[in-house]
């Protein structure tokens, strides 16, 4: 029995799946038995046909990526030859630029360099060659830890001032002021930390594994809410994550780090959207299609016949 909020991951490894629905810290309900593909199909939805049951006013929907080109491009920050050894494990990107207004992915096995990377990028660690040059950043960190009684209210103070139907709102940050930031779980932490960084004033902003510990509808409401920010405020984001629903809903380019994990890792793009997740997906030896209700993408069975014409093609990801 699995609990997973990763439905790509999901989708691919079960053959059957409950849905559980209700209102969060007040009841649950467990929805009958379904095969996967219907029964995610049925969760974003939001309606459970047999059950005549509708436990979202909306459904979920996915759209086909559309690549718009920016009419000008000003660099927020960029590398070149940077090097950076700590212990074992040797990093090196060779070179690349992010532009204002954009929203790149970061994707790479556990080991390869990414949280280094974002280190480097944040100025919290020094290249030992080369150099990333960074305008103001704001930086989400990977691992979240506090101890402090403050309350959410007033640790989000600027946020809720400046940001409130931007983050507050769509991040369902209301129902946890009167709480002691040491007193939230896993889910409730990360998305007040989410909602912090990107209230600050920062052209770069660096999210850290920001889907963790989100179930899906969070996960969406935090790309949709940092897409509407990139677009009002013109900022540039990057973004480190496993879940590749949630970097297809948000990326628009890709940057793929690969190597040999704690030993060597190496930097390369960022890329466009499509170039990079084949890239990527070519390394994992895994092709995706799109459902044909929902768009949203899944996992080909290994040497189905979608698989292998897919990989003649080198189609490894379809926008």
Not at 20 to 47: A, C, P, T, W
Not at 190 to 212: G, M, T
Not at 234 to 260: N, P, R, T, W, Y
């Amino acid at each position: 029995i699995v609990v997973e909020h990763d439905l790509i991951v999901l989708d691919h490894m079960s053959e059957l799946m409950h849905i559980m629905y209700g209102q969060e810290g007040v009841y649950g309900v467990v929805s009958g038995i379904k095969g996967v593909r219907e029964g995610i199909n049925s969760l974003l939805d939001g309606f459970l046909k047999e059950e005549n049951m509708r436990f979202r006013s909306y459904p979920i929907k996915f759209e086909k990526s559309q690549v718009v080109e920016k009419k000008e491009k000003v660099p927020v920050c960029s590398w070149s030859n940077v090097r950076k050894v700590l212990g074992q494990f040797h990093l090196q990107a060779e070179g690349g630029t992010v532009y204002q207004n954009e929203i790149i992915g970061i994707l790479g096995e556990n080991g390869t360099g990414k949280t280094t990377f974002m280190s480097l990028a944040a100025g919290l660690i020094k290249s030992d060659e080369g150099n990333i040059v960074t305008k103001k950043i704001a930086y989400k960190p990977q691992y979240l830890r506090t101890e402090s009684d403050e309350l959410v209210a007033v640790f989000l103070k600027e946020a809720i001032q400046k940001h409130h139907a931007q983050l507050i709102v769509p991040l369902g940050i209301e129902r946890l002021f009167s709480r002691k930031l040491s007193e939230l779980s896993g889910g409730e932490l990360q998305r007040v930390a989410i909602a912090n960084c990107l209230s600050q004033e920062a052209e770069l902003f660096l999210l850290d594994e920001p889907s963790a510990y989100l179930d899906v509808e969070q996960r969406l409401a935090v790309s949709k809410a940092i897409k509407h920010l990139t677009v009002e405020r013109d900022i540039s984001i990057l973004v480190v994550d496993h879940d590749l629903m949630f970097m297809d809903c948000l990326a628009e380019k890709i940057i793929v780090f690969s190597g040999q994990p704690g030993h060597f890792g190496k930097v390369e793009g960022p890329f466009p959207l499509q170039e990079g997740m084949n890239h990527f997906l070519k390394q994992l030896n895994i092709t995706f299609r799109r459902d044909k209700d929902t768009l949203r993408p899944r996992i080909n069975k290994r040497d189905s016949v979608l698989d292998r014409e897919q990989k003649e093609e080198g189609k490894y990801y379809y926008i």
